[in-house]
């Protein structure tokens, strides 16, 4: 369990710099998590597409690290980094990755449909949008088993033009479930720019339509997606109802690694790349009188450590055998006695 969890689950008052510097800490792994896995794709160690988040990791940071342990989570296909914060351990991530046997799914697809229950992280799906009626689901028996726990559903901008998020929305409107629905607009999906998407500037407007509250964000400003994060989840835990978080924001690399993005401004990606959330939190750190050189560095030699530790493990893990594949395809029967 994330370190930060554990404080804030047993009530201690961390001091707060502490906690910060964790969260610290999961951008940095994020970030050389995901460069490490484009290095490793080249090398065609890598199964399936690989989607960087790389320019996105304060979102997945801010929104996963206030969530208590038990909610449910269900990333987007960029969110890598909703796994690392929830805590998934990184081997077993790489593993994932590289489809061997010790990954998520137990080697039977890559990056794509692996999810991590126990941690409360449900795969992301090729089916872009299927994963929000998904999360309402969970949210729904979390009210009828009078849980406390809520429902987080990250999607794209160009994800918000589908259907089912449409209904996905509308159900929880109406039935005022748990559930926080996290948009990440990096202003492309895949090549088409935002004003092909969309008549409105804001996604966050929609949320009107269904009956709460739609907040919109810098989604490259750390403490800005925390803070908000903090408060909302608070009102959607209390039995407000669902809300959502539109996170403005850009993504560094293509759509996908073969993608070389062309179809974008080169002035449009520096000036976005000047708002890289990593440096801006280090700013920030340097406000509160920390030693950022110092920081960075130990900083970059764990992340480091912990990477090699994945990347071995993952190397040397086996691939799953033949007959393995059409195990775990299907929950196992509520009876054991055949009658259902
Ligand atoms: C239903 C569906 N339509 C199309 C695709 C192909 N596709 C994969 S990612 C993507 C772009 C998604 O854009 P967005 O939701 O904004 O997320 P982003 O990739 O920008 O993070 C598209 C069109 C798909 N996977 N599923």
New binding site residues.
Partial sequence: MPEAQTKREAGETAPRVEYELQLYYWMKLIRAFEERVSRLHRQNKIFGGV?SGAGQEAICTGICAPLQPGDFVAP???DLGVFLVRGVEPGRLMAQLMGKEPGLSRGKDSFLHGGDLERGVFGST????SSLPVAVGAALKFRMKRENLIAVAF?????SS?GDVHEAMNFAGVHKLPVLFVC?N?R???STPLEKQMAIDDVADRAAAYGFAGHVVSGNDLLAVFDLTERVTKRIRAGGGPEMIECKTY?FHG?SEHDAALYRDKDELLQWESRDPIPLYEFYLEKRGHDVKRIRDETDARTHQVLQAAVEFAEQSPYPKPEEALEDLYAASPSTDGRR
């Fill in positions: 989607y987007l296909h960029r090729s089916m872009l949008g999607f794209g901008e160009g994800t589908r990440e990096n492309y999906a895949y993504r759509h």
